[in-house]
């Protein structure tokens, strides 16, 4: 017996840590939302490109586009122009977008458009670069005295290669400085200084790369913002190149990298790119579909949104029968409340999706109370169970018939869903209440019969809630800890709560 225990206090830990660490693998790794009204980000981003092109002569336009390899997925990508073929070509991490026409004439306009929103699921490829640079910026004179001055305090009061960037950018910031001030040039612009900090950086053979970037702010006009990189052997550290600041902001979507400018043109002039960010919101499920489709992550290939879109309506009434069995459960052994049996209830619960709550009461109690007057009648023919059962399932068939076309009649569409009631499960419930009323009486045999509507009532309403069929059909492996929490209910031996009630004299004595 003490084994036995043990088995089961085993077995009851293993299904909830399972189902608990399934389901929190979901909600925190794969980011999958908790509830269905949740919505997340869809950005769209127009870049717009201006210039005139020269009479007489192939206009060849190239321009960055965003790589999309980091924590941004693209839901659609498009490049609008008139008359101009399109290529893409990858250079290392970056992708450049080519539009070019044999001819053209006048003032020109291009636009590329892109949908993107953040990356749901799937391991990010492991971060590779450079974590020793080999070639210095040739330098020489005083600027080479004055790097050397420079390089002296940044090299002592830095310990790795996050300490030395940080501290490079704020010597360079230092505009008291003379040596900073004779680097500069007279210069202070955030690529002047990045210049300078990629010349500080290279007589110490520390990697550098210069970022650009687009904040993911709708409605304001603005132009790619320069960052500065290192890799550390781990990952890549990023530092604004003015404030020193470490660590790209969640709201940056990383354009190009790399010295050249955003875009080049050939047979043309006056070229100017301006950016327009708009946000709207999707519905969290859909949106990671979509991801799911658009990249090579296997977000919901395993889950039931996999399903075919009928077979996933089916699901989601099915995976709520155990919640109506729960129901049933807690009601029976720790209630004490009296039912046709434990699944009976969860059967006429489901039943009530289709005729409604109040019209399936009136129904049940109706067809129960004509079926069970039909069956106290065969009774005095002294008629054996199958017939009788026969009778009765024949009986019913005529009665839901009836009440359809007096439904139709009528107006009341409702009733034509009677159709769907579960005739057998009447019948059976009919049978077993009249034979309940001949052991036990009529008293104790209406007692169950408003038990079971009640117990199957409060299952229905709970099965309909839409926050709960969302949650189950979404992270299914919470149905392990209700297996969990049933088995412990099996070793359940003390009093109910009519029992308290039903014994209250006993506890006077």
Known sequence: MRSLTLHL?????????LGALITAYQIFILGIPVTEDETDDLWNIDAKVEFVATPHEPVKVQMFVPPLNQNYVSLNESFISNN???????????????????????????????????RYSGEQPKPKGPIFRDEQIPVDGPEKIAAEALMAPIRQHSADVETFVGETIKRVNNLNDDNVKLLLGGDQSVANKARVVDLLLSIAHV????????????????????????????????????????GLPADRLMWWTGDEPLVTLDGGKKIQVSFTLNNS??????????????????????SLYGLPLQTQQTYQIMIMIPIGVLVILILRNLIGLQTLGTFTPVLIALAFRETQLGFGIVLFTLITALGLSLRSYLEHLKLQMLPRLSVVLTFVVVLIAVISLLSHKLGLERGLSVALFPMVILTMTIERLSITWEERGG??????????LFAATLAHLLMMVPQLVYFVFTFPAILLVMVGFMLAMGRYRGYRLTELFRFKAFLKD
């Open 207 to 246: 990697p550098m790369e210069r970022v650009h970037t687009l904040r993911l702010v709708a409605d304001q006009p603005q132009n790619p913002e320069l960052w500065l990189r290192s890799f550390n052997g781990d990952k890549w550290l990023y530092f604004n190149p003015e404030s020193g600041e470490q």
């Open 443 to 452: 008293g104790h045999a209406m007692k169950v019969a408003i038990g079971t």
């Open 281 to 302: 919101e999707m519905n969290a499920i859909r949106l990671a579909k979509l991801t799911d489709e658009n990249t090579d992550v296997d977000f919901l290939e395993y």
């Open 84 to 118: 101009y073929g399109v290529s893409i070509n990858r250079t290392g991490d970056n992708r450049k977008v080519t539009w070019s026409a044999r001819r053209a004439k006048g003032n020109q306009t291009i636009y590329y458009r892109l949908v993107l929103t953040k």
């Open 9 to 17: 206090k085993v077995l009851i830990t293993v299904l909830v840590t």
